[in-house]
């Protein structure tokens, strides 16, 4: 097996649309760095609202490489499953457009074995993405906009999580990221057993998330009981309840406490029946395909 998730991963990093997406990612969050360097006040005046008349605002102490992570991890992790896909969608169909599916099936290795080290192998790259996110937006925010206290801002409040309680929660948050992201992966890898090049895969795997994502985010109750629990992109950004701490009596944050972690456990749970689902059903589907090509 680990001579197999060697192969499948050497396949993976030489070919160079790979690096587009640790490219992709790190312009991306360079430009969203630079702008709030030179242009961060603007956006804190925006999330504080009407606040700012009645208040004194610390913007040099809110602006910070903590609070300049939460908002990149907003801005990107939703479009990320993108990049995913590329490299997910492409595992079984990038094989059989090249031809080379049905001599990988005639090695003497069982065919779940093949699929596991592939899969393994996209978990990897999944893995590897999110941690040169978390060295671009949190590390290198850091050495840019130093270290305070983080403002959050929710629905109808604002919280402030003290300075010392935040980097455990980055680790979780990106732990949990790349959880939702294998999910993402898991899909790209089932829609790839059935496709003859990845083209198809990508392409419908990420028109299932956006159709899911809007699904997740309207405000309808019809959908609010019937349909969103049950999608996998309800649960995809949970993360961000591990920034929602418990308050006390004068509404201060308590520290090392999140409001709702059953929540979140809860999200962990159902992104992890999807993965398993999804495996497995590309698996059965693959041990039973008759490969042609």
């Known amino acids: 097996?680990?001579?197999?998730?060697?192969?499948?991963?050497?396949?993976?990093?030489?070919?160079?649309?790979?690096?587009?997406?640790?490219?992709?990612?790190?312009?991306?969050?360079?430009?969203?760095?630079?702008?709030?360097?030179?242009?961060g006040r603007s956006y804190i005046e925006f999330?504080?609202?009407?606040?700012?008349?009645?208040?004194?605002?610390?913007?040099?102490?809110?602006?910070?490489?903590?609070?300049?992570?939460?908002?990149?991890?907003?801005?990107?992790?939703?479009?990320?499953?993108?990049?995913?896909?590329l490299v997910a969608g492409d595992s079984i169909a990038g094989e059989a457009?090249?031809?080379?599916?049905?001599?990988?099936?005639?090695?003497?290795?069982?065919?779940?074995?093949?699929?596991?080290?592939?899969?393994?192998?996209?978990?990897?790259?999944t893995a590897l993405l999110l941690a040169w996110l978390a060295f671009i937006a949190l590390l290198l925010s850091v050495l840019i906009f130093g270290t305070n206290d983080i403002l959050i801002a929710r629905n109808d409040s604002l919280e402030i999580i003290r300075s010392n309680d935040v980097l455990w929660r980055y680790l979780a948050a990106f732990a949990f990221a790349t959880l939702a992201l294998t999910t993402v992966?898991?899909?790209?890898?089932?829609?790839?057993v059935f496709a003859e090049n990845s083209i198809g895969p990508i392409v419908s795997t990420i028109s299932i998330v956006i159709v899911f994502t809007i699904l997740s985010e309207m405000q309808i109750p019809l959908y609010d009981r019937t349909?969103?629990?049950?999608?996998?992109?309800?649960?995809?950004?949970?993360?961000?309840?591990?920034?929602?701490?418990?308050?006390?009596?004068?509404?201060?944050?308590?520290?090392?406490?999140?409001?709702?972690?059953?929540?979140?456990?809860?999200?962990?749970?159902?992104?992890?029946?999807?993965i398993i689902s999804f495996v497995s059903a590309a698996i059965f589907v693959f041990n039973r395909k008759d490969i042609l090509s």
């Open 1 to 39: 097996m680990w001579q197999l998730l060697q192969i499948e991963l050497l396949k993976i990093f030489r070919k160079p649309r790979t690096y587009i997406s640790f490219g992709a990612i790190a312009l991306m969050v360079i430009i969203i760095q630079v702008a709030l360097k030179f242009d």
């Open 47 to 85: 999330i504080v609202g009407s606040l700012k008349d009645s208040l004194e605002i610390p913007y040099a102490h809110i602006l910070n490489g903590y609070f300049v992570c939460f908002i990149i991890l907003n801005l990107l992790l939703i479009h990320i499953p993108l990049l995913i896909a």
């Open 97 to 125: 457009n090249m031809g080379t599916l049905r001599l990988l099936a005639s090695k003497p290795v069982s065919r779940t074995g093949l699929m596991l080290a592939k899969f393994m192998a996209t978990v990897i790259y």
């Open 185 to 192: 992966a898991a899909l790209a890898f089932l829609l790839s």
């Open 227 to 274: 349909v969103k629990p049950f999608l996998f992109t309800s649960h995809m950004l949970a993360w961000k309840g591990l920034f929602y701490c418990q308050v006390d009596a004068g509404g201060t944050a308590i520290p090392g406490t999140i409001e709702n972690i059953h929540a979140i456990a809860k999200s962990s749970g159902i992104l992890i029946l999807y």
